[in-house]
């Protein structure tokens, strides 16, 4: 590198006072986001005699992985509700991005007549929710989701918030031309979309794909609704969940419920145990992370630069 | 002559074709409880069903409702009109409040189904719950729930660890002398002896309140945290209160200043966690400690033979419960736990004839509070119960089942427990505004406002986290800001014309 070279690099770069700012800005913002989690951690292999006399601490009293030994003695409820938020996410996610890309391409092709019928059907929905209860109902009693998979997954598999991203998607990165030029080259809708068009919205659709995933892989609040006696087909966080808000429910009630809230209190997992279970639901969906991240920063720069 | 034939054989098949579809199964009927801790039903459901087959005519299923679970779950049912649930649990304090879903037309209204096939039932439960039961509701005064006898009385008390008492050189006797404003000396020596880190009142805040102040809740009131009282007469409660039958702002009394002066002065002393005065701290703490007994002086809402179970008996130190009052059955206890048939049950008489069998009959209220003989539990040389392991995948709420008075008596309990457990309940007396129940709906956003603002101060300032003296007045210009004049006048006129 020559010295004009050098000075041009330093005359665009920031002085070095401010970039010991913004390091240090992002590297405190970094440790925000990783120490709850470290913190979560550390709690699940805290003793429950030390979370009993000094509380949640980084420094616990004493160690122990006993949580982790009663998670692995739920045996088959524990696992059989990890497979199944695995089967509801990779599901759920496949058939959701699939309706979400069929439904906002040809809300991106001007020459679909009845699009702005179509736009608006979904945009519809996105500010007017129909409530709880006539929800319920349609879902229960008229399609009958209830006590199957297809109820923890069905309600999740149209966004129409996702659908204006992966429109918004197709418009600024697939260009008109590219459309025609393949209608010329004599490629059929099938072709022009699968082999054409895809290719290019890969960031968006990994964008989409992780949103969605994400959204399947928290989701508790449809087990609830939906799952009544069929307890074979629920995810881990619902487990969680139910745990949570039992402790909550008692917690709440106690004064109502007297002698017998004391009794059920028993029966709630301890502390460590909640936290176990987190660090159960957590890992997998922070190594999928890695494998969209590629695919959501390419879609972050595309389009940016050129010619 | 081949077409008649044809047609008589064609006939013939539809007629057996129609007689094996009447023939088929029993109806399925659809019972949700709550706060069950339940894995494994299917041992109990089988042995239930072969025993309900003739004398019901249905077969049985059961949502086994968690304590979380259970109020989105109950109120999305009934609100939908789902045709799947028959029976569900309700109460004075579930989001599918008694009083309300009654009025609203959510339960179906059972006088004329207990005429007819409850005579077991009436027989099997004392008058007083039925009395509590009968309210107005969709259709008219009646009974719209099945009340279950169980604890029906509210009894609140000290939870005392005698051994630590006695180690500071206290009988029990001595301590049942004292009262709230006295224990300053108890809890002085306490820290003395055990250290700073030891904290001897270990309380319910809003328990506690109730118990120094004489309050009873009011039923209808706003949820977790209680704005009306009425008052106990703490030396007959069954007679008209020091404050006639009123119901006041609780947090505007002279008694609950100075309760709240003393619990301040004890709190500054460092007798209370400051924990218990933070609501999602404060039951955890008090749970959890209750079971290492590192503590002096607590509160408990009493229920008959509590200090029996395990609860109690795992704490490693002789524990007693000093009670305040005699029992005394209010609206909220007399209605603590029922079970009330849905109006969009396909099957309303099945199901009531299960609950009249349910509430009855010792063997099938046994087999599905207390699972199955030889799998969930065994009988002991005496008779008498003792629980597997097993029991472990099979543990429903026992109080929110119906009649416990008809169940066997455990092991840990001993021989004729329950025989005491009705005999105590049966003498509790009633306060005179029971049946109260304050509807609220014309104030629905007062309370609303009145709840969180007492969210905000109620806890902390039972507890003594608090001031008083800066945060009461505070907190008293807050809840008159939200309508409290409104929301008192409200209950008043309504007991007023309820009390005749």
């Known amino acids: 590198m020559n010295k004009q070279q050098k000075n041009q690099v330093a005359l665009n770069a920031f002085g070095p006072g401010a970039q010991a700012l913004f390091h240090i800005v992002l590297g405190l913002f970094a440790l925000a986001c ?59 996610t496949v058939l959701s991005v699939a309706i979400c890309v069929l439904y906002s391409y040809p809300l991106y092709r001007k020459d679909f007549k009845y699009r702005n019928f179509f736009n608006f059907l979904s945009f519809f929905t996105m500010i007017f929710g129909g ?14 989701l209830s006590d199957n998979y297809a109820a923890l997954i069905v309600p999740l598999l149209f966004s129409p918030f996702n659908v204006i991203v992966m429109r918004t998607f197709f418009q600024t990165t697939v260009p008109r031309e590219l459309i025609e ?6 490629a059929g809708e099938y072709r022009t979309l699968l082999q054409i068009v ?24 449809l087990s609830l ?32 419920l007297g002698a017998d809230a004391a009794q059920a209190a028993r029966n709630l997992p301890s502390q460590s145990l909640k936290m176990a279970l987190v660090v159960f639901i957590v890992v997998p969906i922070a190594c999928a992370y890695p494998f969209f991240q590629r695919y959501v920063v390419a879609g972050l720069t595309v389009g940016s630069v050129k010619g | 002559m081949k077409k008649i034939l044809s047609i008589v054989l064609a006939l013939a098949l539809l007629l057996t074709a129609m007689s094996f579809a009447l023939a088929e199964e029993l109806p399925t009927i659809t019972i949700m409880f709550h706060g069950s801790n339940v894995t494994d039903d299917s041992a109990v459901l089988e042995a239930v069903n072969a025993y309900i087959a003739d004398k019901v005519g249905a077969k049985l299923e059961v949502v086994w409702g968690t304590w979380g679970d259970f109020d989105d779950k109950a109120t999305n049912a009934l609100l939908s009109g789902d045709t799947g ?61 099945v009340n279950g006898f169980k604890d029906t009385a509210t009894q609140n008390t000290w939870d005392v660890n005698v051994t630590l008492l006695n180690e500071l050189g206290y009988t029990l006797d001595d301590f049942k002398a004292m009262s709230f404003y006295d224990f300053g000396e108890l809890f002085a020596k306490a820290k003395e002896l055990k250290g700073d880190a030891f904290y001897p ?12 102040t004489g309050s009873i809740i009011v039923a209808g009131d706003s949820g977790s945290t209680n704005l009306l009282s009425l008052y106990l007469n703490q030396d007959d409660v069954s007679a008209e209160g020091p404050e006639g039958n009123v119901i006041l702002n609780k947090f505007a009394t002279d008694e609950y ?25 404060s039951n955890d703490t008090r749970t959890n400690t209750q079971k290492t007994g590192e503590y002096l002086i607590g509160t408990q809402s009493y229920a008959f033979g509590y200090e029996y179970s395990a609860d109690v008996l795992d704490r490693g130190i002789e524990v007693a419960f000093v009670p305040c009052t005699d029992p005394y059955v209010d609206t909220t206890a007399s209605q603590g736990a029922m079970v009330a048939i849905s109006t969009a049950s396909e099957h309303p008489v099945e199901s009531f004839k299960f609950l009249a069998l349910l509430n009855s009959d010792p063997t099938l209220m046994t087999l599905l509070n207390y699972g199955v003989e030889g799998i969930h539990y065994n009988l002991n040389a005496d008779g008498l119960v003792e629980f597997t392991d097993e029991r472990a995948n099979y543990s429903p709420w026992t109080n929110g089942m119906g009649n416990v008075t008809i169940l066997p008596d455990t092991a840990a309990e001993g021989a004729g427990f329950r025989e005491s457990f009705k005999a105590y309940y049966a003498g509790a007396k009633a306060i005179p505004a029971l049946g109260y129940v304050f509807d609220n709906a014309e104030v629905a956003n007062e309370m609303a406002a009145l709840g969180t603002v007492a969210a905000q101060y109620a806890l902390a300032l039972d507890a003594g986290a608090l001031d008083p003296e800066t945060t009461l007045p505070d907190f008293l210009a807050a809840l008159d800001a939200a309508g409290m004049q409104t929301y008192l006048d409200a209950a008043n006129a309504q007991l007023a014309a309820y009390l005749g």
Do not use: H
């Open chain 1, 198 to 221: 895809l290719p290019v919205v890969k960031p968006g659709i990994a964008t989409i794909a992780l949103l969605n995933a994400l959204a399947f892989w928290n989701e508790w609040f």
């Open chain 2, 201 to 212: 009142f270990l309380v319910e805040p809003m328990v506690l309140e109730r118990m120094v």
């Open chain 1, 34 to 92: 990783i120490v709850p989690f470290l913190f979560v951690i550390i709690i699940s292999f805290t003793s429950e005699d030390s979370i009993r006399q000094i509380g949640y601490s980084f420094m616990p009293l004493s160690w122990s992985t006993q949580a982790y030994s009663y998670v692995f003695q739920l045996g088959d409820a524990l696992w059989r509700s990890y497979f199944n938020s695995f089967l509801i996410t990779v599901v759920g």
């Open chain 2, 257 to 281: 200043r100075k309760f709240v002066d003393k619990m301040r002065e004890y709190y500054e002393a460092g007798y209370v966690d400051p924990s218990l005065a933070v609501a999602e701290t």
């Open chain 1, 181 to 186: 030029a393949s209608t010329i080259d004599g």
């Open chain 1, 225 to 256: 609704l939906y799952i009544t006696k069929n307890m074979n087909v629920i995810p881990l966080q619902y487990l969680l969940m139910r745990m949570q808000r039992n402790a909550d429910f008692l917690a709440k009630n106690s004064a109502m």
């Open chain 2, 85 to 145: 649930i028959d029976m569900v649990f309700t109460c004075s304090w579930s989001a599918d409040e008694y009083n309300t879903y009654a009025k609203n037309g959510y339960f179906v209204k059972l006088d004329d189904l207990i005429a007819e096939y409850g005579a077991d039932l009436v027989a099997a439960i004392p008058e007083s719950l039925m009395q509590a039961a009968t309210i107005e509701g969709a259709e008219g005064m009646g009974i719209y729930a």
């Open chain 1, 131 to 144: 409530g709880l209860v006539p929800t319920f109902v349609v879902c229960k009693t008229l399609l009958g």
